[in-house]
């Protein structure tokens, strides 16, 4: 009886004990970075569309609607929503990235995992622009290679910065330090690089480059597929990483009442964002080859 009296308390200890978790998830940083995933998604998809597949040969179809499918994304592409709406997103989602940094426990570990990610996707886009001939899809430094720079700058930055752990509201110093990193690479972006509006609106890169240039400012020489230089993007992530000290110093929603079903269509794709960007890219380009094959009949089109 004491041997099932104890066995009872036991598996009733069990049910009340709290399992063991990482760090709960901010439902609006989710959010957001679905938003923005989902925006950078529309946009890599309107460029296979207008730039690969309808200037790469639909332009010479007899097909009306691919014809018109293709002057829709060229007419997205150069719109006023685009010129205006890329920068917002793109800053949404390296913002957003900055301050996820105060949630992870390994920002070193997980700047390389993605720095791995990049570096295939440099390959296998390698492989089928040079080898198999599918061109205008080679991404030499796109937004995931600078988001793994950034993030690894990051962790080089906050080992300095963790000198300061023992001292009373180091957050605050901490978030102090980031914000004045962010406001120099702000004014360095200024002078030394062109706008993103410039960029767009008359596609400006900065003259009298050198072979490592373009890793830092937009140039033509390493301009690919995707390419997103680390300025003014790493300005972007370290003003998310210096508001992370202020609001998220112990990685806690600031809107926990607010969560609900209501934004599973923005979360799920934010916590997923890294799998639906690299997966998007894959099946955009099939779905465009197979419905190239359906309505013209040709088997290999670009």
């Known amino acids: 009886m004491a041997m099932t009296t104890e066995k009872r308390v036991s598996e009733n200890e069990k049910k009340v004990r709290p399992k063991k978790s990482g760090r709960a998830r901010a439902w609006e940083l989710d959010a957001l970075r679905g938003l ?14 207008g730039h690969i597949f309808y200037l790469g ?9 691919l014809n018109a499918f293709g002057e829709f994304a060229l007419d997205y592409w150069h719109s006023t ?9 793109v800053f949404i989602f390296f913002f957003v990235s900055g301050i996820c940094t105060a949630f992870s426990r390994n920002n070193f570990l997980r ?15 390698y492989l089928i622009d040079k080898v198999i001939g599918f061109s205008g899809v080679f ?8 988001l793994a720079f950034c993030i690894l700058l990051f962790f080089f930055l906050s080992l300095l910065t963790s000198l300061l752990n023992k001292v009373k509201g180091s957050n605050y110093i901490k978030g102090a330090v980031y914000l004045l990193t962010a406001i120099a690479l702000y004014i360095i972006n200024h002078f030394f690089n062109v706008d993103l509006i410039d960029l767009q609106l008359h596609g400006a890169t900065m003259p009298d480059t050198t072979p490592v240039t373009g890793l830092f400012v937009f140039t033509d020489d390493w301009w690919t597929a995707d390419y997103f230089p680390l300025l003014p993007f790493f300005a972007f992530f370290m003003t998310g990483a210096a508001i992370a000290q202020f609001f998220y110093p112990n990685g806690k929603s ?20 890294l799998y639906i960007y690299l997966g998007i890219q894959v099946v955009a380009v099939i779905v465009l080859w197979l419905l190239t094959i359906a309505v013209t009949g040709e088997t290999y089109f670009i």
């Not at 040969?57 to 609607?65: A, L, N, P, R, V």
């Not at 700047?111 to 390959?123: D, E, P, Q, T, Y």
């Not at 991404?139 to 600078?146: A, D, K, N, Q, R």
């Open 254 to 273: 600031l809107l926990p009442s607010l969560d609900g079903k209501w934004n599973r269509f923005l979360t799920i794709p934010g916590k997923y964002s």
């Open 81 to 89: 929503l685009r010129l205006y709406g890329w920068p917002v997103f």
């Open 111 to 125: 700047g390389i995992k993605l720095a791995a990610v990049a570096l295939a996707v440099s390959g296998i886009t």
């Open 57 to 65: 040969g639909w332009e010479y179809s007899d097909s009306s609607f």
């Open 139 to 146: 991404i030499l430094f796109g937004v995931l290679h600078c």
């Open 36 to 49: 923005s995933i989902l925006m950078v998604v529309w946009d890599h998809f309107m460029y296979s569309v």
